[in-house]
């Protein structure tokens, strides 16, 4: 009987169409599942005539597999990836290779990498991005771990990963342990903070403009074949277009305004956090999808807290173009947030990670997709070291250019009483980010005051650090200077 090449556990959705990927590109892919019935299901319905073998145990799919054997696991993240590494320890030999596909958390990734080489076998952690159908047809795949591992998984992950017009794959080695998982996090942080932006647009135009869905439908279609030329875009122009088949009203409209979340966003804010470095925008896309939870509540409010009369002399074509300058700002600010969080963690990690090539993972079959990555990549390029991308000669021209719009835009929705969480956030982030001066000042001056936390001078060196004793009760010690 011929081997697989490799294995795969885990017959939802993603996982029957990452083995039908496999498959297509002309490997023998073995399946597994916890109920075996779905083996069944699948390997004489959508697998069947092709190279495609279903097990009906772990012993049986391990015994399937080509040496050094490959395993791939599809299943939910946390203690189930635990449980199965544990089931399958025992069945596999020296050398050979567990992945996780899944979202697991980074932390998890880079225990269990440690914990894995200590038994002898490579460990890899893979963010796979792209849904269903990038799942199928091309995923950008962010793989980490045992970098010993990379050679034996490489060709597989190259063939079934999205390419871009050159033929380059959207899959690269992300670096050691965590770091695939933490880059696909990253990812998810960036798509929240871009299905916000488009969300907000969507709800000035609605609200603020009154246009209809499919006059919305086109200016998001246009949007799209320029600058924003997204897959978000994309997807919210094509949303806007259908209707339900049975009331015929727009679908959008017919959908309960209560957002879910699996947690990679909640995970990209504590890691910013964590890692002192602000993602506001990222965070306040979060925010808002907690603060979509509360219906019941925002209905009550809305029946006795009451908005200021919106102004009514907004030229609404005017509008849209400053809108789409206004997404098109806050989008950049959001994506410089995410790589100043890859480049706080690679030097808290040790992780050696090209952000320029990060970019062209991104390029095709992720949810982030974007014309505008390979900017990104281009100025990576030019400058590895580049410490913001808002720093770069491209991006701050755009942003520059922008500017006006954008603040005419959170100044409108202001008047009009709209929340535009990411997009005022990612205003504020810029404003801050350029301000040679902030009021943190009085804030450290608070802090020495109330809690004797010391602070440094402008005209001393950095690193030397003072306490003023404010009242005539306030003591000469200090407490000791740290941060979180």
Not at 159 to 169: E, L
Not at 248 to 276: C, H, N, R
Request: net charge positive.
């Amino acid at each position: 009987m011929k081997k697989a090449d490799i294995g795969l556990i885990g017959l939802a959705v993603m996982g029957e169409n990452l083995i039908l990927n496999m498959e297509s590109k002309g490997f023998t892919v073995a399946c597994f599942n916890r109920t075996t019935e779905k083996v069944d299901r699948f390997v004489n319905g959508r697998a069947k005539g092709k190279n495609i073998v279903g097990a009906h145990s772990l012993p049986e799919l391990v015994a399937s597999l080509k040496k050094p054997r490959r395993v791939m696991m599809m299943v939910k993240a946390g203690q189930a990836v635990d449980d199965m590494i544990e089931q399958l320890i025992p069945l596999l030999q020296k050398g050979d290779i567990i992945i996780d596909g899944g979202n697991s958390h980074f932390p998890d990734t880079i225990r269990r990498t440690r914990y894995l080489a200590s038994k002898g076998l490579r460990f890899v952690g893979s963010g796979v991005s792209g849904g269903e159908e990038g799942a199928l047809k091309g995923p950008a795949i962010m793989p980490g771990g045992d970098p010993k591992a990379w050679p034996y998984v490489k060709d597989i992950f190259q063939a079934i990963a999205a390419k871009v017009d050159d033929g380059s794959p959207c899959c690269a080695w992300i670096g050691s342990d965590g770091a695939g998982h933490f880059v696909k996090m990253v990812h998810n942080g960036i798509e929240y903070g871009d299905m916000q932006l488009m969300c907000e647009a969507y709800d000035l135009m609605a609200r603020g403009l009154g246009l209809d869905t499919k006059t919305m439908h086109k200016v998001f279609a246009k949007w799209n074949k320029g600058a924003l030329d997204s897959y978000l875009v994309e997807i919210s122009s094509d949303i806007l277009s259908q209707n339900d088949p049975e009331t015929g009203k727009p679908m959008v409209d017919i959908i309960l305004d209560t957002a879910g979340q699996k947690g990679t966003g909640k995970w990209t804010s504590q890691a910013g956090l964590d890692l002192g470095v602000a993602i506001p925008q990222i965070a306040e896309a979060v925010f808002a999808r907690c603060m979509s939870a509360a219906k019941e509540e925002r209905v009550a409010a809305s029946k006795i807290i009451k908005a200021p009369k919106a102004k009514s002399d907004v030229d609404a074509k005017a509008f849209v173009k400053a809108l789409e300058q206004a997404v098109y700002a806050a989008k950049i600010c959001s994506y410089a947030q995410g790589y100043q969080l890859m480049r706080a963690a690679a030097k808290e990690y040790g992780w050696d990670l090209n952000y320029g090539e990060i970019a062209l993972v991104w390029r095709q079959g992720c949810i982030i997709r974007a014309r505008f990555l390979g900017k990104i990549k281009e100025a990576f390029d030019k400058n590895p070291e580049l410490a913001n991308l808002l720093l770069d000669p491209y991006f701050k021209g755009v942003i520059q250019k922008a500017q006006e719009s954008w603040r005419t835009v959170v100044k409108t929705a202001i008047d009009w009483g709209i929340p535009v969480p990411a997009m005022s956030t990612a205003l504020t982030y810029f404003d801050s980010y350029r301000s040679a001066r902030l009021p943190a000042n009085l804030l450290q001056a608070q802090r020495d005051y109330f809690g004797a936390h010391t602070y440094e001078r402008l005209d001393r060196p950095r690193g030397q650090f003072f306490h003023h004793k404010w009242t005539a009760d306030g003591g000469d010690t200090a407490a000791s200077t740290y941060t979180v």
